[in-house]
């Protein structure tokens, strides 16, 4: 398949539609993005590498982060994980309290902010300096030293995300965290305020689409089962209350961040990044999701 | 690969194993049946069919007749289904009245009763006898005559179905019912009632495992983008509050009945029916369920 | 207290103002009512009877009507009542099914409408003909042999109530309805159809104000500790989601019905009624709620 | 009335049952308490002033406390309040989340914690020092220098909170915080630890017996309407989820504290504190609900 051709006909299409929706507003450092922004960037399991626009340009993965941090945390404790959350999806948005409450504290699944503090929880019991290991990480995965936190943006989030700080609270009220709150809160923005390019972000999912080891060093990223069970939460759980609708209209494993980044994976195939800054209502990109819907639709290549 | 071989390693380690949970009690025909059995049965695209145990039993297919009556409306209707039913996972059991109040009658999605309901009501509205045209539909993807209805099953279904009657009425008051709702819950309860073997349910979902196209007949059922989405709604949505867990588990595209079926489909490979008749607690197979997590595991078999 | 002259002060002012809200439009019988009507009536302990407007017309009682019925059912059951439903303000509007799913189809108490068709199970359970006794008692405590049933209200009632179907079904498929679906409904809906003028309703309620007795006829109701029951869930439950708020503004008991009436009870005092068509957005009489805050306010007659 | 004999008559009655319950066991200063004492201490408007047991014993009133609270930015703010906070009843556990994420971050009620906190982040922004002016007001209308905050329950409360923690950063997020939440939280858990005996929790409440003014002082504490209106919130929103069923057998206005006491006005006539430390599983005092039911029962005094 010629996806260099594919990619470069999808990517003029999107282009050509009207850029629809919203930038995140709620810290300085992500509304102030050029909107107009796109990137997008293929990586193959045979070594095609082929990218287009913007997919160069850093930006901030934010939620996309909770693969990796799930990854590393399923690597250390395996599934013991799943006594402490779900793997349904939640049917409802990404920081709601109500499903909290009514399951005594154990978030639905990992890619719902709740599930991912939890899973910051889990690096901050195991790691001295999780900060640092987790960078480490994310470093190691997609082979490149050059990867970094945002402090900036880091600290915005901190100094405003009362949502979590009331998610955490909750689930340390049903005794679903152990560590001090704001250490698990520290680990969890820095997390988010991760930034990498759409070439950086395809790279670094690759063991994703290659049941758990790197193409490309070898390297056994996680088993065989667990890869796969990491791309089953993404499907189901991967964007909130659209999962349903990204499954339906893309059909691949895939996870999006309010930095209007998505990487999607088709396993035995190929990882792909796509990013633009504007987000449509249930927070994900606009431009993002046509993009992967129209690419495979028009490639035939999804899992179903 | 052989999958004759791994089918008789696999069934013989879940025959091995306890046999717990609880058969449905809520009307006598599905009550009496013997829970002991076990059947299962593949089709492959490339033409093998190979079965074990009880698989030319039949049993009541109930909740999988939802993937047949659905695509039988996307065929008829085509994208004006979905401003009528969601395609999101509900996060909710299957009966549940909350989901629907608060989306204002839209139920989240065609597996569950509610949605289910909704894609009989434009059955009815499409159809002079639906009941009859339904029948004709699946014996066509079938390709068997023989397929029934069991008219004991369905009128016990009918006197007893007081949580989906709340449902449909809950529904007209929003204005997302069309016909009288005797005939619509009759034409459910219909459905719910098919009687079919393993083998037969796995033939018939053969054509979700070729993008839409009977493999024997080369007729073609579903469009190609239609036939990935419902393969989509089952991965998310196909085994109500458990969706994930089974896409965690198994990794395949699926969909359950309380007579203790379940249907799974391989795109590009196989589609495999499985049946006994005693439930876990959110209401799927017990042994189903083992048995297909054994069987992706051990083969790695799965769309992730 | 001159009563007369502070019902001529306030009626004047309730007058001057702005007629606000909308008329209930779910039947044409209710919908076809002339919106600026507006009457009221005050019976006291010691015998004034003086009323303004249109306190002679009849209207449709609605939803007032549930404490009658629950007024004949406890007296005929007692406290077994509270087995099947409880006596708490469910915090959301009155047809809603969610606390009912919540709750196992116990509601939360019988001035919603769920409540008030469990006691109707109650009747129909109780009384060979429960419309014809039903009627007998409301006669009775009104002393007044002209009120009836308006038939046609009932059956517009009965043919468009989706909402109260749900509602008994959901009840049916928790076990907490004992008797035949369309029997229960057609007692609630004939229940609602009753009409009374603000006049019959204020005399009717009247024992409410004395502790159980006919302070006219000397008649038992009710006893002491059960009329001061009844009264308490008036106060924490007769108006739905603005219990609070009729509490906080008006501070008595009362109870309010789609047709425009409210009526309310100062225990050792006097029973009020209030008439006007037009309802606000929670479904209670615009100007009935103004005229009882104004009427409170200016003889400082609550019971706060 | 002898209200001497009346309580002693109750107060031997309820020591003679048994004493169930739990004692509240969150923080060790509530959970060390002897769970045997029992207090009781009546005020009457015309100079009665009896009690009973351990009506001279200091205890931790709690949630009491927010009466006192809500009076004093009522006073200060008047209706301006209620753009922050409703006055309906929550149907649901004093500390639940999931109505605060549907209304947007307004608590229903100034009872349960969410509202209370609301009302603390008011005297936070009206008092350079809130806790010195908090407790001036509960001693000014305690007439009692004696009062004191308990600086041990208060910091044990203030490490433990967090679900309150959880609260008001959700509140925040939906921007119904103005203050620092460190000195919000503060005040909260200083004025749920203090201390006061049955004896001057009866004299304290007294002006809410009286129309809003002190009737030994016969200073005005609160208007008429606005004293009514307390006592409205108290009778539908005092008790949490038991509020219909405080209303339902005692029928008096009141307020309980997981501490284990009670207070309740009866307006026009008196003011009655009752403490006993374990709690029902609704979390009030057991016994005080048991003394208060007989109380009014066996009196007659109710407002209904």
């Known amino acids: 398949m010629d996806y260099q051709k594919i990619i470069e006909a999808v990517y003029a299409e999107v282009k050509s539609w009207e850029n629809k929706g919203q930038i995140a507003q709620y810290i300085p450092e992500l509304s102030n993005v050029n909107p107009r922004q796109l990137g997008v960037h293929v990586s193959t399991l045979d070594g095609y590498d082929v990218g287009m626009g913007d997919h160069h340009t850093k930006f901030s993965i934010q939620s996309i982060a909770k693969v990796l941090s799930l990854t590393l945390a399923y690597r250390l404790r395996g599934n013991e994980l799943w006594k ?169 494993p895939g996870k999006s961040g309010v930095g209007g980044g998505i990487v999607a994976v088709h396993p035995e195939h190929f990882s792909i990044a796509v990013w633009s800054p504007r987000l449509n209502k249930k927070g994900n990109s606009y431009r993002g999701m046509k993009f992967l819907e129209q690419f495979t639709t028009q490639t035939g290549l999804s899992v179903f």
Chains 1, 2, 3, 4 share one sequence.
């Not at 402490?84 to 109500?98: C, D, Q």
């Not at 504290?105 to 901050?124: E, T, Y």
């Not at 049903?174 to 704001?182: A, K, L, P, S, Y």
């Not at 063991?207 to 089962?225: E, K, R």
Request: hydrophobic content about 40%; proline content about 4%.
């Open 84 to 252: 402490r959350v779900g793997v349904e999806p939640s049917g409802t948005p990404f920081n709601s309290l109500v499903q909290l409450e009514h399951d005594q504290g154990i978030p639905r699944n990992p890619m719902i902010n709740a599930g991912a503090i939890v899973i910051c929880d889990i690096l901050v019991s195991h790691f001295r300096n999780p900060k640092k290991e987790l960078l480490a990480f994310v470093r190691e995965v997609a082979q490149n030293p050059d990867i970094a936190f945002n402090e900036s943006v880091a600290q915005s989030e901190l100094s405003v995300g009362y949502r979590n700080t009331a998610l955490i609270n909750l689930m340390k009220a049903f005794g679903n965290i152990d560590n001090d709150i704001e250490l698990v809160l520290d680990l969890y923005c820095y997390m988010c305020s991760l930034e990498m390019t759409c070439q950086e972000l395809s790279r670094a999912f690759l063991f994703l689409a290659n049941d758990g080891i790197d193409p490309i060093t070898q390297h056994q990223v996680l088993s065989l089962t667990r890869s796969k069970r990491v791309n089953a939460i993404m499907q189901t759980c991967g964007f909130y209350d659209e999962a349903g609708e990204f499954s339906f209209r893309v059909g691949l």
